[in-house]
């Protein structure tokens, strides 16, 4: 009963953070919380992403200048680029709600971790731009999105904290 206590209370705390400390993250925390993306559900097992790490100052502001949130993207200690592996999947819509799953997954692993991160959407109108920097050709792997990862500028997050609303229940179930 406290594990699911403790999962409900991670899952109701996760938020997206978009200002970070300079600190480095170990390669076995960053790997732990990849590894949390891994075991998301996919249609037959197919696991269709592949995720490009990204670590080094050079790259970061190469995607940095593809993207709105290109401050984000840099402060950063590491951003999880994420695509789809065509080749890999199994059915489109069943691919990229298993890619909905996988990147939820990865940012439940950050919370868990005590650190913060923001799912970046906004940088797919470069999509290609994106492939072109890691060599990736366009019709073997999508963008699907930039998880941008760090240690918590807290006094700055904290400022920026405003009341989560989400809709009531009754207002999106229904039983039948």
């Not at 401050?71 to 909905?100: P, T």
């Not at 692993?109 to 890691?134: C, D, P, T, Y």
């Amino acid at each position: 009963m406290d594990a699911e206590n403790n999962l409900i209370k991670l899952i109701k705390s996760r938020r997206s953070i978009r200002n970070f400390v300079y600190e480095k993250i170990s390669n076995d925390t960053i790997k732990e919380i990849l590894e949390c993306g891994r075991w998301a559900p996919s249609a037959n097992n197919c696991q269709p992403w592949k995720v490009c790490v990204v670590i080094h100052p050079t790259v970061k502001r190469m995607l940095a200048e593809l993207s709105n949130d290109g401050g984000i993207i840099e402060n950063a200690y590491v951003n999880f680029v994420i695509f789809l592996d065509v080749e890999k999947g199994s059915e489109r819509v069943k691919d990229v709600q298993s890619l909905g799953a996988f990147i939820q997954n990865i940012l439940l692993g950050v919370q868990s971790k005590g650190l913060g991160a923001v799912w970046i959407g906004e940088i797919l109108k470069n999509k290609e731009r994106v492939n072109e920097i890691f060599k990736l050709p366009m019709e073997k792997f999508e963008l699907m999105c930039v998880i941008a990862m760090g240690v918590i500028d807290e006094p700055v997050a904290n400022q920026k904290i405003k009341e989560r609303e989400r809709y009531p229940l009754e207002d999106i179930i229904e039983f039948y």
